[in-house]
């Protein structure tokens, strides 16, 4: 079972925050409500004798959670979401040529060097289909 960046943090947080010396899966059970057998399954990437050593000390593998947190968030970061558009700016524009005449022209010739964003293929896309 993978583990979310959220639980990562979540983790983190109660383990730092913890006045322990030793903290285990166990602790951290207790801490979330998550069952010890499903936390085992979230921490065995950073230390996969956790099975064998349920007292191991959580506190050892911060540094690891910090960095799995790190490469998560660079990941996320990667995922684009789709542009939102509003049935009010479909409306502005009759069909599909009126929406490339408007806005990749200058002054009645295609504009070679216009560069298509993500809205504009969406709107485009929109405009192609509804003429089906």
Known sequence: MKLSKTNAEKFLRIIEKSNKKVFTCDNLSKATGIKQEV???????FYEMIRLDPNH???EN????????QKE????KKIKKKPRISHNEYKQYKGFLDYVSKNMT????LDTG???????????????????
């Open 57 to 59: 000390n959580l506190k």
């Open 106 to 109: 200058s002054g009645g010739i």
């Open 62 to 69: 911060i540094a690891d959670l910090e960095n799995y947190i």
């Open 114 to 132: 216009y560069k298509l964003t993500a809205k504009d293929k969406r709107m485009l896309s929109y405009y192609l289909k509804k003429n089906k």
């Open 73 to 76: 968030e660079k990941v996320s």
């Open 39 to 45: 936390i085992f399954d979230y921490i065995e990437p």
